[in-house]
């Protein structure tokens, strides 16, 4: 099956330092990428859906100007915490859609951890 | 607010026996839905998918929908101890792109041989 690739797997940064995410479909075009957190104990939240070329569709009570999303090619979207305070840490996982052969399947990454100091 | 709710948990069966997994969500419009694994530390992983009302099987998982109840289940027969992980239902709503879920709060299962 397709893969998607998440990096970094685990990261720990300082408080007030940024940190950059990202995600690669290996062996297909993901012309929509998700975005999701997912707190300790609770489930996946979407935080925004990404097209390839246009600005990210943020969800309610997410803020865009701190998670930034760039989608700019067909294989890799980047998620970028910028300003990173404690109550970010949480479990990033991104999710791709494709074209051609993967057309209608979505597909998951392995996640990111971040931890903030 | 569009809601996915699972019967809550935590649901622990002996080995062998059959797991019952329940979800409910609000939107009428929903057309797809899924149930996803998910290991402590890692990433959500399909189990099925089910489009349509009625029962749908693969191996030991069978998944049944009923769009008039707004109710989609996972049986999980045989139950192996290598079936413990949260269980999270996961819904397409109407009129959203294909891939954009909303996900319940999941069901941890444990089986216990």
């Known amino acids: 099956g397709a893969v998607v690739s998440q990096h970094p797997s685990r990261v720990i940064c300082k408080s007030g330092t940024s940190v950059k995410i990202e995600c690669r479909s290996l062996d297909f075009q993901a012309t929509t990428m998700f975005w999701y957190r997912q707190f300790p104990k609770q489930s996946l939240m979407l935080m925004a859906t990404s097209n390839e070329g246009s600005k990210a569709t943020y969800e309610q009570g997410v803020e865009k100007d701190k998670f930034l999303i760039n989608h700019a090619s067909l294989t890799l979207s980047t998620l970028t915490v910028t300003s990173a305070h404690p109550e970010d840490s949480s479990f990033y996982i991104c999710?791709?859609?494709?074209?051609?052969?993967?057309?209608?399947?979505?597909?998951f990454g392995e996640g990111s951890r971040l931890t903030v100091l | 607010q569009k809601e996915v709710e699972q019967n809550s948990g935590p649901l622990s069966v002996p080995e062998g026996a059959i797991a019952s997994l329940n979800c409910t969500y609000s939107?009428?419009?929903?057309?797809?839905f899924f149930w996803y694994r998910q290991y402590s530390g890692k990433s959500p992983e399909l189990i099925m998918s089910?489009?349509?009302?009625g029962d749908k099987e693969d191996g030991r998982f069978t998944a049944q929908l009923n769009k008039a109840s707004q109710y989609v289940s996972l049986l999980i027969r045989d139950s192996q101890p290598s079936d413990s992980a949260t269980y999270l239902c996961?819904?397409?709503?109407?009129?959203?792109?294909?891939?954009?879920?909303?996900f319940g709060q999941g069901t941890i299962l444990t089986v216990h041989p």
């Open positions: 999710s791709a859609t494709g074209t051609g052969g993967h057309t209608g399947e979505l597909f």
């Open positions: 939107d009428r419009g929903s057309q797809s």
């Open positions: 996961a819904v397409q709503e109407g009129g959203t792109s294909y891939g954009k879920l909303t």
């Open positions: 089910i489009y349509s009302n």
